[in-house]
């Protein structure tokens, strides 16, 4: 009987494994998904990031520096979605890194280099 328990609880454990998908897989692979807006200050996030409303920055922010993630829109990774503009104090700049692409819904007083 003992033994049967044992190799009931290795098969769990396999199918359990089988299925383990990425915590991030319901946000599309995204590191932050937001409803609405942020505020984002000095500082990185190692993937990508989306947000629905506008995006303030109160410093320079940089994004994917590790990873482009996994959304593209016709085969192009999109690293920063911003669903309504871009709202920049003096100085402050956003940074995508790892080839990754910017979709902005507003992109008035935003220039791309």
Do not use: H
């Not at 500082?43 to 590790?66: D, F, H, I, R, W």
């Not at 999109?78 to 669903?83: E, K, P, W």
Request: glycine share 10%; hydrophobic share 40%.
């Amino acid at each position: 009987m003992k033994r049967f328990i044992t190799s009931t609880a290795f098969c769990l454990f396999v199918i359990l494994f089988a299925n383990a998908q990425s915590p991030t897989a319901p946000a599309l692979n995204f590191n932050v998904f937001l409803e609405n807006g942020a505020s984002l200050t000095n500082n990185e996030t190692e993937g990508p990031v989306a947000m629905g409303g506008n995006l303030t920055l109160s410093g320079s922010y940089q994004v994917s520096t590790q990873s482009v993630g996994t959304y593209s829109v016709q085969n192009v990774p999109v690293s920063l979605v911003v669903g309504g503009r871009i709202v920049y104090g003096n100085g402050q700049r956003v940074q995508v890194n790892s080839n990754g692409y910017v979709k902005i819904g507003d992109s008035t007083a935003s220039y791309v280099w």
